[in-house]
């Protein structure tokens, strides 16, 4: 007997979701609050002038919201400290989950 899974039948996803892998002790990103979430507010080079994992991905932009670090929820009211936190303590590599900005996410209402 064999089973199917989803990967058997590819669709466009339409969740605002993404993520990324990321080997690397820094993210490369500053994150800010934006409301009562946790924010990509803006991208920083290494030392040697090059992107972090995570914008090198294209997956992420500007305001985008991080949602999950592996298997830890970001919840609303978190600070950037409490975040730092748990990437700091991370298994490398680690999974960033992010939400796409939109007004109603910032706001609170979706």
Known sequence: MSFLSP??????????????KVSRNRLYLTLGVQGTLIAVTSFVQDEFGRPGEVEQSGKVFLGDVLVRINDNYITPGMTPGHVAAIVNSA???????FERASWD????KA
């Open 7 to 20: 990967k058997d039948f590819p669709v466009e996803s339409t969740s605002p979701l993404v993520t990324v």
């Open 105 to 108: 996410v910032l706001d609170g």
């Open 91 to 97: 298994i490398r590599p680690m999974t960033l989950w």
